[in-house]
């Protein structure tokens, strides 16, 4: 009897595993389901719906969510409005969803006493039963009906009255996928979540069912377009034959009422029209640039527009020809108006192949969008908005507000923010990133003196105009997770709501995630909340502080750490460290003059370290290592200390997981997927610690006052110790490695060996570390032995599981750890790590911690 009730109370709260394609969209049963059923309709009316649109869609998904949230099947029947219902008794509570316009047709009454709705607005009335779903059009009816099953999914079948409208007009989604697989990492560029699914071999796939199922996702955030191909465009996505794939793709859209978008490649005329041409103001390519803006409107009559980048990073631009950015925009703006579509154009411009510290002190990258699009305010057309990266660098774990939102008086703009963990850890890492763009929304500009906050200025309010709003960078892919980990997911949905509703709090939208994606259990919400809040702090505090950047490495993947690699390259992204000091000096009266491109207000809070916050005092000026912060620290002790706190949270969140096993909504799949990934990154995190104290260590010569830094009593290296088939390796950078060396194995056909006797431990039980680089080269195996019995087994193929950017090298982006808890060891035993390599892997060992039980060296 007792195996039966557990069995039913696993059916009950929903325990089998799931694989996250659902997402928060899970409409998974809750608790108090039978207290509510009573108060759900009994029917659903769809007011002059169509199969394929959204006001059709909304009544699918209240029928489904009944079903699935409460357990109550309820009919869909869908009515044209000017006629009225029929066929329901007056005892009969109905949950109503149409547009305004339909209601009122048939209600002519109702208008005066409905509250004003802009575009992609609702109106939800729950009464007794009833329920009144209006949107201002098809669209915000569909936001309307997925807002109700949000509170019903939480156990919330209360009556209430709500209206809400979106916070800014644009709200858009940036895939960057490619026709191909290639590009940076596989067919989505800077993508850890499997392949594209809208592309394949050249061609939008046929089978597009993810499509569908991701504008589902996103129509239940109030994402109202997508554009679905990489920035860097490929000019063949605009081929006939491709253009007719991406009609499939809109028509996949169509039902959520997601748009869809398109980047295009600014040399397409030449490369792909055979012009002699692309400059914007040559009439030959106005007219192939018209014909094809006519040519998509003719497959796709809902396209939103396009999405440009242009002359950054070697694309091509308008600059090519001596013109103006604005010229280049406007180019594609006069050619959507007709068809009544919008141009979002990127401020990401700078060229690298000019940047150069060392010729120039005042070079900057930080300027470049501020210059380029200097005296260009007023010269855009009124269907162009500029998408602006948050920071003026790339994606970095901390950055000032871009400038340039408080330039653009006259002209729309839309704030791009990166769902995608480029370089704060690729979804391997938790990052959850909602709080860091709350700061930046609520961020001030002062402009004229008046309050002038990020959100403000993109939501057309501060500076009124129609246009302006969100782009998210989300590159999602085929792994059922969607972005390749569970957790990561709150990121996506914190962008939504946030895009909607820029004074939503973080941990507010954090604790609905959790509650939809696993279940409303206190402790559930508890330990999620509290590492996830945990964790943008801790990450910043292990890769790179005080406004530094993300210390990792450059050139390659973006992942692991090297800040040797941010100085001596055209990238920009320069800390300028040396023997004595560091950081960036954009400062007006001595360096970049950066500081200037802010009003006056900021810029003279930004122009002298006394008034420079601490968390961005490197990124705006050079200071000696010991130059005393607010907290009183000096900034290079502050690195040390902040290292070992930020990786020793990170520690923490794994045994904070460790407690939700089998409680409610957590089923075994997805409790082991995400403490894989917490194991992962606890062990990382001490990979970013070491190597970025130990650079700054060795460049500075300061030691860390408490005597932390490359000292390591439980350490044994690998390159120390007994090798047979073993050779040591030098490690390049020097910091990825313990003592910058590790060993490998002298071929890559044969086992080695590593032993090394434990003549220093006292008898008793430890937790054993290894420390070894696992590259994306093959798999090697290793197998960890004390005296004749085997600890463990591991193979190298976190390629596979991890999602993030491979690599080749025995580099900080491969290094990784594995512990083995609660091992027996006697004095004088023997530690033996035997190494298989495969192919080109060859089983790499950095160290090996006997550490005390609980204890990370």
């Known amino acids: 009897m007792r195996s039966l009730l557990l069995l039913a109370a696993i059916g009950l709260h ?135 099953l949000t509170r019903l999914a939480q156990g919330d079948c209360s009556d209430f009255t709500l209206t809400s409208n979106p916070g800014a007009p644009i709200r858009w989604v940036n895939q960057w996928d490619n026709m191909q697989d290639g590009g940076t990492h596989g067919s989505v560029e800077r993508g850890y979540g499997g392949d594209s699914i809208f592309f394949w071999d050249g061609k939008v796939r046929d089978d ?114 001596n013109r103006t950015l604005a010229d280049g925009a ?41 210059d380029y699009f200097e005296g260009l305010d007023d010269k855009f057309d009124d269907n162009v908005a500029i998408q602006i990266k948050y920071g003026p660098i790339d994606f970095q774990v901390r950055e000032p507000v871009s ?30 990133l909602a709080p860091m763009w709350k700061e930046l929304l609520d961020f001030d500009f002062r402009v004229d003196g008046k309050r002038s906050t990020t959100a403000d200025i993109v939501g057309g309010r501060r500076f009124p ?40 709090s973080p941990e507010g939208v954090l604790k609905e995630w959790i509650k939809l994606t696993f279940s409303d259990d206190h402790k559930v919400v508890d330990v999620i909340t509290k590492m996830s809040m945990a964790s943008w702090p801790a990450y910043e505090n292990y890769s790179g502080n005080l406004g530094i950047q993300t210390l990792t490495d450059i050139l390659l993947g973006h992942y692991g750490p090297n800040p040797g690699s941010q100085d001596g390259n055209p990238w920009g992204q320069w800390t300028r460290a040396d023997a004595d000091s560091i950081g960036m000096d954009r400062t007006v009266w001595n360096g970049t003059g950066f500081t200037g491109q802010y009003p006056p207000e900021i810029a003279a809070m930004y122009e002298r370290p006394e008034t420079t916050p601490d968390n961005l005092m490197l990124w705006f000026h050079h200071v000696p290592y010991t130059h005393k912060l607010k907290s009183g620290k000096t900034v290079i002790q502050h690195f040390y200390d902040a290292h070992y706190e930020g990786s020793a949270t990170a520690q923490t969140f794994p045994q904070l997981w460790r407690k939700l096993e089998g409680r409610r909504g957590i089923d075994r799949e997805r409790y082991e997927h995400v403490l894989y990934r917490l194991v992962y990154q606890a062990g990382h995190s001490l990979v970013w610690r070491d190597s970025v104290n130990q650079f700054y260590f ?19 290296e690998a390159e120390a110790m007994s090798l047979e088939g073993y050779r040591a390796y030098r490690v390049s950078p020097f910091e990825a490695a313990s003592g910058a060396r590790c060993i490998v194995t002298e071929t890559n056909s044969t086992r080695a060996t590593a032993s090394a006797v434990l003549d220093r431990v006292a ?22 032995y004390v005296g004749a019995d085997r600890v463990g087994r591991w193979k190298g193929d976190l390629e596979y599981n991890l999602g993030r950017a491979p690599s080749p090298y025995i580099d900080g982006q491969t290094a990784a750890r594995v512990t083995f808890p609660g091992v027996k060891i006697k004095r004088g035993s023997t530690l033996k790590i035997v190494g298989t390599p495969d192919g080109l892997e060859p089983a790499p060992v950095d160290y090996i911690s006997i550490l005390p039980e609980g204890v990370v060296d």
């Open 763 to 784: 008898t008793g039980r430890y937790d054993v570390a290894v420390n070894y680089y696992d590259m994306a080269l093959g798999n090697a195996t290793w197998e960890l």
């Open 465 to 504: 105009r129609k246009l302006g709003g969100f782009a998210g960078v989300v590159n999602v892919g085929t792994n059922t997770t969607w972005l390749g980990s569970h957790l990561a997911m709150s990121n996506l949905y914190a962008y939504g709501k946030l895009a909607w509703d820029a004074s939503a």
């Open 14 to 148: 929903g325990a089998a595993a799931e694989d996250g394609l659902n997402a928060w969209l899970r409409y998974a049963r809750v608790d108090n389901a039978k207290h509510c059923q009573s108060k759900l309709p009994s029917t659903i009316v769809t007011l002059n719906a169509t199969e394929g649109f959204p006001v059709y869609t909304a009544g699918q998904e209240l029928s489904k969510g009944f079903d699935g949230i409460i357990g109550k099947k309820v009919d869909v029947d869908s009515i044209v409005a000017s006629r009225g219902r029929r066929g329901h008794k007056s005892r009969d509570t109905t949950a109503t969803v149409g547009t305004v316009a339909a209601y009122v047709d048939s209600n002519p009454g109702a208008a005066a006493r409905l509250p004003e709705l802009i575009d992609d607005g609702f109106h939800v009335s729950v009464s007794c039963g009833n329920v009144l779903i209006l949107g201002q059009n098809e669209r915000g009816a569909l936001y309307g009906a997925f807002h109700y």
């Open 208 to 321: 597009l069912t993810r499509a569908g199922q991701y504008a589902r996702l996103l129509a239940s955030i109030g994402i109202n377009a997508v554009v679905v191909n990489n920035v860097n465009a490929d000019p063949k996505t605009l081929t006939p034959a491709n253009m007719d794939g991406l009609a499939r793709i809109a028509n996949a859209f169509r039902p959520y009422g997601v748009q869809l978008g398109v980047s295009l490649n600014f040399a397409a005329p030449q490369t792909l029209g055979g012009l002699s041409t692309f400059d914007p103001l040559d009439q030959g390519v106005i007219d192939w640039w018209q014909g094809i803006a006519d040519a998509l409107y003719q497959r796709i009559p809902d396209m939103v527009g396009y999405l440009v980048k242009a002359n950054s990073e070697g694309q091509p631009g308008p600059m090519t020809y």
């Open 330 to 370: 406007n180019l594609f703006a006069r050619t959507l108006k007709p068809h009544g579509g919008i141009i979002l154009f990127r401020a990401f411009v700078y060229d690298h192949r000019t940047l150069n510290q060392t010729l120039d002190w005042k070079a900057d990258r930080a300027n470049a969008a501020g």
């Open 403 to 432: 400038p340039l939102f408080s330039h653009l008086r006259k002209t729309a703009s839309a704030i791009e923010l990166q769902i995608t963990q480029e370089y704060l850890g690729q979804q391997a890492h938790l990052v959850y």
């Open 698 to 716: 060795n460049k500075s010569s300061i030691p860390d006052a408490r005597g932390r830094v490359g000292n390591h009593p439980y350490r044994i």
